[in-house]
T-cell receptor, first 112, second 115 residues
Framework: DAKTTQPPSMDCAEGRAANLPCNHS???????VYWYRQIHSQGPQYIIH???NNETNEMASLIITEDRKSSTLILPHATLRDTAVYYC?????????????FGTGTRLKVLA | EAGVTQSPTHLIKTRGQQATLRCSPI?????VYWYQQALGLGLQFLLW???????NRGNFPPRFSGRQFPNYSSELNVNALELEDSALYLC??????????????FGPGTRLLVL
C-alpha cells in the first residue's frame, strides 16, 4: 500500500508556480521522499528527493515540513510541457534494497 | 550519458503465448527493477535484480520471471499470457552506493498487448 496521499488532479496557469502537496504521515525517520513525473505513458522521470531538509535542483524545489508528515513539490514557473502525472513516493527499505511504492499521483494540467 | 533502454517498444501477443522484454541499464548501474503499469493504474513492483541475482519480487505469480546477465542487462519473461497482462512494463536501474541503492532511473517502457 502506498504510504502517500495526493490530490487526484490540479490545474495551474502557465508561468505560475505549481505547488503539489503530498501527505506521508506514517513516514519513518530514515525514509526518503521522492518525486517522479510521468508524461503521457512514458517512463517516470526522476525530479527530486529529500530526507529532512528542503531541496532544490534545476527542475523543482521540495519543501518538507519539520515533522516530515507532509511535503510540497514546487515547479517555480510551470510550462505546458510540465503537464503530467506527479508521483510522491516514500522509499521504503525492503530486503536489502528500497521499494518505491507508487500511488495514483496527481494529474497536473498546465493551462495556457 | 545514455539512459535506460528497453526493447521492444511495443509487443503484441495472443493469450497463452510467452513474452520476452529486454532492458539495458545506465552504464555503471548494477541493479535492475521491473514494474507493471496497467492502463490507468499506478506502477506495481515486479522484480529486482542485482549482480545477477533475483533479490526481491512483488506480488505476482511465478509465470513472471526474469534474469540479469553479466553485463547487467535484464530480461523479463511472462509465460502463459493472460489478457490482464496487457500493460506498460517499465524497467529502472540504480547503483549501490555506501551500502544502499541510489535513485532509480526509468526507461521508456514496453507496451504489451495480449489479444
Amino acid at each position: 500500500d502506498a504510504k502517500t496521499t495526493q490530490p487526484p488532479s490540479m490545474d495551474c496557469a502557465e508561468g505560475r508556480a505549481a505547488n503539489l502537496p503530498c501527505n506521508h504521515s506514517t513516514i519513518s525517520g530514515n525514509e526518503y521522499v521522492y518525486w517522479y513525473r510521468q508524461i503521457h505513458s512514458q517512463g517516470p522521470q526522476y525530479i527530486i528527493h529529500g530526507l529532512k531538509n528542503n531541496e532544490t535542483n534545476e527542475m523543482a524545489s521540495l519543501i518538507i515540513t519539520e515533522d516530515r508528515k507532509s511535503s510540497t513539490l514546487i515547479l517555480p514557473h510551470a510550462t505546458l510541457r510540465d503537464t503530467a502525472v506527479y508521483y510522491c513516493i516514500v522509499r521504503v527499505p525492503a530486503s536489502g534494497t528500497y521499494k518505491y511504492i507508487f500511488g495514483t499521483g496527481t494529474r497536473l494540467k498546465v493551462l495556457a | 550519458e545514455a539512459g535506460v533502454t528497453q526493447s521492444p517498444t511495443h509487443l503484441i501477443k495472443t493469450r497463452g503465448q510467452q513474452a520476452t522484454l529486454r532492458c539495458s541499464p545506465i552504464s555503471g548501474h548494477t541493479s535492475v527493477y521491473w514494474y507493471q503499469q496497467a492502463l490507468g493504474l499506478g506502477l506495481q513492483f515486479l522484480l529486482w535484480y542485482d549482480e545477477g541475482e533475483e533479490r526481491n519480487r512483488g506480488n505476482f505469480p511465478p509465470r513472471f520471471s526474469g534474469r540479469q546477465f553479466p553485463n547487467y542487462s535484464s530480461e523479463l519473461n511472462v509465460n502463459a499470457l493472460e489478457l490482464e497482462d496487457s500493460a506498460l512494463y517499465l524497467c529502472a536501474s540504480s547503483f549501490l552506493a555506501s551500502g544502499f541503492q541510489e535513485t532509480q532511473y526509468f526507461g521508456p517502457g514496453t507496451r504489451l498487448l495480449v489479444l
